[in-house]
């Protein structure tokens, strides 16, 4: 793609010190202190940074390719280790903590093992996706968190499985094509911005003519904005976009040798992985949008070979939706 720039090492170093250091400021803001809290925090960064550092110049394939599946197994490992250095840290081991930690981390990598030499998209792949996303979407790994609350249980619980996907799928079953790289230039910014407005042109009309949204700016909380923007893309857009697209979607177009295929399944699952939201069953309004956005985050996608690409329409979706519109 021309004018394409991909994020530089040291720039992703200094996004990541920029995040920790205002996690830590944040936490201090609201009483957070001792060792339990700087463990937590060590952990926490440990994570952010196994996210961000794959992204940069393609870091994450070229260790891939380095190490091998072998050396990924291996690789694979570390998210647990990270994640028993926190219990012992914070003194909240416990075997049933330690055990589901255990079974969320390395079910995955033993069930794409157990694929041998098959290409991806084998069944077990899409098993090893469900065993991540599933205990996500019940909420069963907030336990794994006792400090801090929900907020920091959550941030916690979606960069662990961030971790786990990464070295489940990049390191040990080494997928190609994953689009796991953060890029920017004219034809990226095109992309992005093209079908974010087709996508607002269609959704906003038809989310109101179906009365679950409405138009609402008076809510709106506008110093928090940035931090709330910089939140859904890395916590909400980025995981989402790394399952459904760079792996759900990426597989499905090997399994049926469609590219066409692969979009619009991937969109299908997105939309009804959203049919319980809201406490409403089944949400058939918002899986239906949810499936419409889908093709608009997987053609984009397609056409940048990133998921930040992809990513960033997903969250200028979100964040406008949560800023300037009322879920009915």
């Not at 200094?14 to 009483?31: D, F, M, Q, T």
């Not at 033993?110 to 991806?120: D, K, R």
């Not at 796991?180 to 087709?198: A, C, E, K, M």
């Not at 930040?308 to 949560?322: E, K, N, R």
């Amino acid at each position: 793609m021309s004018a394409e720039r991909q994020l530089s090492i040291w720039t992703a170093l200094g996004l990541w010190a920029a995040a920790v250091a205002g996690a830590a400021l944040y936490g201090a803001w609201h009483g957070y202190r001792g060792r339990a809290y700087a463990v937590t925090l060590c952990v926490v960064a440990f994570f952010l940074a196994i996210q961000l550092a794959p992204a940069a110049e393609n870091l994450g394939e070229r260790i891939a390719r380095r190490v091998g599946s072998h050396g990924g197994v291996l690789l694979a490992t570390v998210p647990l280790l990270a994640y028993l250095i926190y219990l012992e840290g914070t003194n909240s081991f416990t075997w049933g903590r330690a055990a589901l930690a255990a079974a969320y981390t390395l079910a995955p990598v033993l069930l794409v093992i157990s694929t041998g030499a098959a290409e991806p998209g084998a069944w077990q792949d899409y098993l090893a996706m469900l065993a991540i996303f599933l205990p996500l979407k019940m909420h069963f790994l907030l336990r794994l968190w006792p400090l801090g609350g929900t907020t920091v249980g959550y941030v916690s619980t979606m960069l662990l499985a961030i971790s786990v996907a990464l070295a489940t799928f990049l390191f040990v079953r080494q997928f190609s094509g994953v689009g796991y790289n953060i890029v920017w230039g004219r034809d990226v910014v095109f992309t992005v911005l093209l079908h974010f407005g087709l996508l607002a042109v269609i959704v906003i009309p038809l989310g109101t003519a179906l009365h679950f949204i409405r138009f609402d700016p008076a809510q709106a909380h506008w110093r928090s904005l940035p931090a709330d923007a910089i939140s859904i893309f890395l916590l909400t857009a980025w995981p989402e976009e790394l399952l459904f697209r760079g792996l759900l979607q990426n597989s499905l177009a090997r399994t049926f040798s469609s590219d066409n295929a692969g979009w619009f399944g991937a969109s299908v699952v997105f939309g009804l992985a959203h049919i319980t939201n809201n406490g409403v069953f089944p949400n058939w309004r918002y899986a239906l949008l949810a499936t419409i956005a889908g093709i608009f985050y997987g053609r984009t996608w397609r056409k940048t070979n990133s998921i930040f690409a992809s990513g960033i329409v997903h969250a200028l979706v979100d964040t406008i939706w949560h800023l300037l519109f009322r879920t009915l």
